[in-house]
Every structure is written in structure tokens, then in C-alpha cells.
Nanobody, 119 residues
């Protein structure tokens, strides 16, 4: 089992930055692919960023590309999401997720952290 706890959310104005953290415990986190998702009220969950266990493969959707950066520190069992130039449409609950390298779905999820961007 892997336990994930997100932190770093909050209320900011448009154009500001936030850094989310996801602290992992349990099994060796360094062998897991990690990702961030978000879900706004009334909308489906949206993929935000993904990073492989070694950090050499990273993927973002067009909606956040160039503004968000995912990174990880395996020594600290932590994954980060640096969010710059935030927009009101980035408002959502942000979730950290993890899956084993051979898995096809994300089996482990955090409880989420709220990010609210005011205009």
C-alpha cells in the first residue's frame, strides 16, 4: 500500500503561483509513476501532469503546458506540482495519484487539496 497526502493548496489571485506537495508513505515510492489530477465542481476529473519513477518522462495536457511543472524527490518520497500564472479556470481540487510501473491504472490516491484562483 501507498498512502498519499497532498498539501499546499489555497486561495490566490489570477497570475499568482502555488506549489503543491504530495508526501508518500508505505511501499517504496521511488518505483512508482506519479501524477496529478484535478476536479472542478460539476466537471469530470482531469489529468494534469505525470512523471515516471526516475523523472525522465513527463507529460502535460495542453491546458497546463508551459505553466505547470511536475517534479519529484525520491529521497523525500515527495512529488511536487509547481503552478505558475494561475487562471480562474485552474480552480479545482487537486489530487495526487500513483501507480506501479507495470500497472495501467492509478491505484493510489490522496485526499485532495483545494486550489481557488480569483479573478
Amino acid at each position: 500500500q501507498v498512502q498519499l497526502v497532498e498539501s499546499g493548496g489555497g486561495l490566490v489571485q489570477a497570475g499568482a503561483s502555488l506549489r503543491l506537495s504530495c508526501a508518500a508513505s508505505g511501499r517504496t515510492f521511488s518505483g512508482f509513476t506519479a501524477a496529478w489530477f484535478r476536479q472542478a465542481p460539476g466537471k469530470e476529473r482531469e489529468f494534469v501532469a505525470r512523471i515516471t519513477s526516475t523523472g525522465d518522462t513527463i507529460y502535460y495536457p495542453d491546458s497546463v503546458k508551459g505553466r505547470f511543472t511536475i517534479s519529484r524527490d525520491n529521497a523525500k518520497n515527495t512529488v511536487y506540482l509547481q503552478m505558475n500564472r494561475l487562471k480562474p479556470e485552474d480552480t479545482a481540487v487537486y489530487y495526487c495519484a500513483a501507480r506501479a510501473m507495470t500497472a495501467t491504472t492509478f491505484a493510489y490516491w490522496g485526499q485532495g487539496t483545494q486550489v481557488t484562483v480569483s479573478s
